[in-house]
């Protein structure tokens, strides 16, 4: 377990972090995110990775992405093989008339891209996706894993 030492008291008195990485599992690992070389401009930056939620219940790991304005039709979620969801989509470019006149352009366009690894305990092929008013919900059940019998080993004297 990861300490933070308290510098206000006791050296021997620590402080548990539970925001410390280490030993535990992080779906985002061994990703790089995209770089505005590769499929983003940085005019896009704002919707370059969408935020994220994800939790877990008894039956599912639950993923939430905000994507405001964008159709189901224009988001595309996927799993590859090595247990990776996917998560990609492109928001255009409102389409401009001769006759109008732009005062200010703020909202992002572009492609975007979030890839996440998930549990050993996901059932790959039972993965649902839903969207409702510009939330993508992907639900991927869990794999039942038993627990080992743990047998007691009588030590001899």
């Known amino acids: 377990m990861a300490l933070i030492p308290n510098f206000f008291s006791n050296s021997r008195d620590n402080v548990f ?5 280490f030993g535990l ?3 985002f690992r061994d990703f790089q995110f995209p770089s505005s070389s590769s499929i983003l401009s940085l005019d896009n930056s704002a919707f370059v990775n969408p935020r994220i939620d994800w939790k877990e219940t008894t039956e599912a790991h639950v993923f939430k ?10 988001v595309k979620v996927e799993i590859e093989d090595d247990r990776v969801l996917q998560i990609s989509g492109e928001r255009n470019v409102e389409k401009e008339d001769k006759n109008d006149t732009w005062h200010r352009v703020e909202r992002s366009s ?46 001899s004297g």
Request: net charge positive; aromatic share 4%; glycine share 4%.
């Open 17 to 21: 972090d539970p925001f410390s990485s």
């Open 25 to 27: 599992w992080d779906p």
């Open 65 to 74: 992405a905000d994507l405001p304005g964008l159709k189901k039709e224009e």
């Open 110 to 155: 572009g492609k975007f891209l979030r890839r996440l690894r998930l549990p050993e305990n996901a059932k790959m092929d039972q993965v649902k996706a839903s969207m409702e008013n510009g939330v993508l919900t992907v639900t991927v059940p869990k794999v039942e894993v038993k627990k080992s019998d743990v047998k007691t080993i009588d030590i």
